[in-house]
C-alpha cells in the first residue's frame, strides 16, 4: 500500500488530484509549492480532539495500534492510504480531506463508524 507522499507526487505528475487517485473523491488536481500530505497529522489530531476521542479510543475504532495513531500525528510517519482511510471511516470523515485537505471535511455517505461500534 503506498503512502500518502507517493500517492501525490503521481497524482500531480498525472495531472489529478491526489485525492481522486487515492480515494476516487473529486478534488483540484494542481500542484502547489509543498505536498498536502504533510499536514495528516495536524488535522487528524484537530478532529479527534474536537470529538473528545482518545489516541486509544481511535485506534480501537479504527482497527489501529495506539502508536500507529501517536506516529501519524506527531508526524513521525507518513501513513499509507489504508491507514488514512480506517482513520476517516472512525472519525466519520472524508479521507481525501484527512490526507490531503482536499473537498469537503465530511461526505454525506460517512458516519462515524465508532458511534456503533463499542469501545
Same mark, same amino acid.
Given at each position: 500500500?503506498?503512502?500518502?507522499?507517493?500517492?501525490?507526487?503521481?497524482?500531480?505528475?498525472?495531472?489529478?488530484?491526489?485525492?481522486?487517485?487515492?480515494?476516487?473523491?473529486?478534488?483540484?488536481?494542481?500542484?502547489?509549492?509543498?505536498?498536502?500530505? !504533510?499536514?495528516?497529522?495536524?488535522? *487528524?489530531?484537530?478532529?479527534?480532539?474536537? +470529538?473528545? /476521542?482518545?489516541? @486509544?479510543?481511535? %485506534?480501537? #475504532?479504527?482497527?489501529?495500534?495506539?502508536?500507529?495513531?501517536?506516529?501519524?500525528?506527531?508526524?513521525?510517519?507518513?501513513?499509507?492510504?489504508?491507514?488514512?482511510?480506517?482513520?476517516?471511516?472512525?472519525? !466519520?470523515?472524508?479521507?481525501?480531506? *484527512?490526507?490531503?485537505?482536499?473537498?469537503? +471535511?465530511? /461526505?454525506?455517505? @460517512?458516519?462515524? %463508524?465508532? #458511534?456503533?461500534?463499542?469501545?
Amino acid at each position: 500500500m503506498p503512502r500518502l507522499d507517493t500517492v501525490e507526487k503521481v497524482a500531480y505528475a498525472l495531472g489529478l488530484s491526489p485525492g481522486f487517485l487515492a480515494y476516487g473523491l473529486d478534488g483540484e488536481g494542481a500542484p502547489i509549492e509543498s505536498l498536502r500530505g !504533510g499536514g495528516v497529522g495536524g488535522r *487528524l489530531q484537530a478532529v479527534r480532539q474536537s +470529538q473528545q /476521542l482518545s489516541m @486509544r479510543a481511535l %485506534a480501537r #475504532a479504527a482497527a489501529l495500534t495506539e502508536t500507529t495513531v501517536r506516529a501519524t500525528e506527531s508526524g513521525q510517519t507518513i501513513p499509507t492510504i489504508a491507514t488514512v482511510e480506517a482513520l476517516a471511516v472512525a472519525l !466519520g470523515i472524508s479521507p481525501a480531506w *484527512l490526507a490531503y485537505g482536499i473537498g469537503p +471535511q465530511v /461526505l454525506a455517505s @460517512r458516519r462515524r %463508524a465508532s #458511534a456503533s461500534a463499542p469501545l
